[in-house]
C-alpha cells in the first residue's frame, strides 16, 4: 500500500483544495498512521469535530502548536515518532480520553498543562527520555492507567499518589530510588510495576493497597534488605495474584511470607540475577554479612 509524505498546506481548513479534503469539518475519525509523514500543515482546527486522530509510526519530530483547538478529540495516537516534547497547548484537549505518546524521544519532562486534561483515562509515555512527570499530574479526575515505563524518572510526584482512580501504574525501568511515603490512596490500583529500578525500599503504606493483583519488584538490588525484614506484608495483600520478585530476596524472606505467596499467589515468578552471591549477602545484610549466611543455591 502506497505511504505519504506529506498533506496539502490546505489540508483541514475546509475552504480550498479538492472535493476530497475541502469538506473536513465533519470528520470523526482520522488516520494517518504508518506514514512518512515529517510535519503537519496549520489549519488543524478546521478538523474541530474530529473525535480520533491517528498519527503513529511517521517521523513526526513536533505537533503543531494549535494542536489544542481540536476540542473534541478523544483519541490521540502519537506512539513510534521523533517528538521530543508535548506542545504546551495539550492541555486544552479537555475531551481527550486516551493519549499514546510512546516510544519517542520525549524528555526532560512533560508539559505541566497535561492537568487540563480532565477527561483523560489513559496516559502511556513509556519509552521516552522522561526525567521527571508534571507535579500536578495527580490532579486528573479520571486517569486509570498511566504508563510510564523505560524513562529516566528519578521520582513520583506526590500528587500521584494520592490518585484514587488509577487502576495501573507502570514504572519499570526507570531510576526511581523510593517512592512517595503515603500510596494509600491507591484504593482501586490494581497493577503495580517497579522492576529494575533502584529502590531502597518501599513505602509502608504499601500494604494498604489491598486491591492489588500484579506486583512486580525484581532487579532492585537495593530493596532486597527491605524486603526481607518488611516481607510479611506480602500476605496483606489480599488480591495479589501476580508477584515478580528476585529469588535470592524471596528465599530470605521470613517462611510464613513465603508460605503465603506460595499458596495464593498463582503467577509467583522467582527471578535470578546476575548478582554473586557475595553481592547478594552484601545487599540483603549489608557489608559485614557473615559467610554463614545462606543463600539459595
Not at 489544542?68 to 483519541?75: C, E, V, Y
Not at 505541566?112 to 507535579?135: I, K, Y
Not at 501476580?242 to 499467589?265: K, Y
Request: charged content about 20%; proline content about 5%; aromatic content about 6%.
Amino acid at each position: 500500500m502506497a505511504q505519504i509524505d506529506f498533506l496539502p498546506i490546505f489540508f483541514g481548513r475546509g475552504v480550498r483544495g479538492s472535493a476530497s479534503t475541502r469538506n473536513l469539518v465533519g470528520l470523526r475519525r482520522l488516520n494517518l498512521g504508518v506514514n512518512h509523514l515529517a510535519t503537519l500543515p496549520p489549519g488543524l482546527p478546521g478538523l474541530a469535530a474530529c473525535e480520533a486522530l491517528w498519527l503513529h509510526r511517521n517521523h513526526l519530530t513536533a505537533l503543531p502548536d494549535d494542536l489544542g483547538d481540536l476540542t473534541s478529540l478523544k483519541q490521540l495516537c502519537v506512539y513510534g515518532n521523533g517528538l521530543s516534547y508535548l506542545p504546551d497547548s495539550v492541555g486544552h484537549l479537555v475531551s481527550l480520553e486516551c493519549l499514546a505518546a510512546n516510544d519517542n524521544k520525549l524528555g526532560p519532562d512533560l508539559p505541566e498543562t497535561l492537568f487540563g486534561m480532565r477527561q483523560l483515562v489513559q496516559l502511556d509515555v513509556s519509552d521516552n527520555q522522561l526525567a521527571s512527570l508534571p507535579s500536578r499530574l495527580g490532579e486528573l479526575p479520571s486517569l486509570k492507567h498511566l504508563w510510564c515505563a523505560r524513562n529516566q524518572l528519578l521520582a513520583v510526584p506526590d500528587s500521584v499518589a494520592r490518585m484514587g482512580t488509577l487502576e495501573s501504574l507502570q514504572l519499570h525501568e526507570n531510576k526511581l530510588e523510593k517512592l512517595p511515603e503515603n500510596v494509600s490512596g491507591w484504593s482501586r490500583l490494581r497493577v503495580l510495576t517497579l522492576s529494575k529500578n533502584k529502590l531502597a525500599s518501599l513505602p509502608g503504606t504499601l500494604r494498604q493497597v489491598t486491591s492489588l493483583e500484579r506486583l512486580s519488584l525484581d532487579h532492585n538490588s537495593g530493596l532486597g534488605s527491605d524486603l526481607v525484614q518488611q516481607g510479611l506484608f506480602f500476605t496483606e495483600l489480599h488480591s495479589l495474584a501476580a508477584l515478580s520478585i528476585d529469588r535470592f530476596v524471596f528465599e530470605a524472606c521470613a517462611a510464613e511470607a513465603q508460605a503465603w505467596c506460595a499458596t495464593n499467589v498463582a503467577d509467583l515468578k522467582l527471578l535470578k540475577t546476575a548478582m554473586s552471591k557475595a553481592k547478594m549477602k552484601e545487599a540483603l545484610f549489608g557489608a559485614q554479612a557473615k559467610g554463614g549466611v545462606k543463600l539459595a543455591p
